[in-house]
């Protein structure tokens, strides 16, 4: 498999045009279990012209030893970051889509702070669809990308941020729960978790409204 090294091409245009950049990537949206996460990388002129960090990739693509050194790597190469979560509950509540719109407001809103106006940034949003407009407080500027945190570092650098936190989250909620063995699966759906969920049914953290007794085994 070739493995494409993520560039700041993209970033380095799309600032002609924009002052800064708000750079989004989500994880455990087909977890059973946990909360989803969406990471935001905030990033202006002078990032874009600094190297790309070090090992830096989709989450997905880097070893999970070495996510967190390239987290830490990411988060200081940016001018800043944030990761905004939507619970299991909110999950049921309002549909997943909708759930990852609110953890991206957050994320946004995080990562901004006082420091940074949202309104006047981009928005590059992984995938094929604005699941932040809709549910972010005020207007944003949004465009969705294929393959955007295989391509622009920026939003490279979102995903292996969220990534990072999600999966220690869910490490530090497992000894509570050991039969479900999160600290090895992360909340999806291994034949592990699965095995547990039919023997000890669904704790607190479980996305009770999933039809989880027919998800696809992941592992």
């Not at 245009?13 to 905030?42: K, N």
Request: aromatic share 4%.
């Amino acid at each position: 498999m070739t493995v494409v090294e993520p560039s700041l091409t993209l970033e380095r245009r799309l600032l002609r045009e924009h002052p800064i950049l708000i750079c989004l990537d989500e994880v455990g949206r087909g977890a059973l279990a946990g909360p989803v996460a969406v990471g935001a990388t905030v990033v202006d002129a002078a990032a874009a012209r600094r190297r790309v960090p070090q090992g830096l990739r989709d989450s997905k693509l880097v070893p999970e030893k070495r996510r967190p050194e390239v987290a830490e790597r990411a988060a200081a190469w940016a001018p800043a970051s944030a990761i905004g979560w939507a619970e299991s509950t909110e999950i049921d509540e309002v549909g997943i889509i909708r759930a990852l719109g609110l953890a991206a407001s957050r994320a946004i809103a995080a990562a901004c702070g006082d420091r940074f106006d949202a309104s006047a940034a981009l928005v590059i949003l992984d995938g094929n669809h604005d699941y932040v407009s809709a549910v972010h407080p005020a207007p944003l500027t949004v465009r969705s990308i294929i393959k955007a945190d295989r391509d622009c570092a920026s939003v490279a650098a979102a995903s292996v941020l969220a990534k990072v936190a999600r999966d220690a989250l869910m490490v530090d909620l497992a000894p509570s729960f050991p039969m479900y063995q999160w600290e090895r699966n992360k909340g999806y759906a291994s034949l592990e978790h699965r095995d547990a969920i039919r023997a000890r049914g669904l704790t607190r953290h479980h996305r009770s409204s999933w039809a989880i007794a027919g998800a696809p085994t992941l592992f």
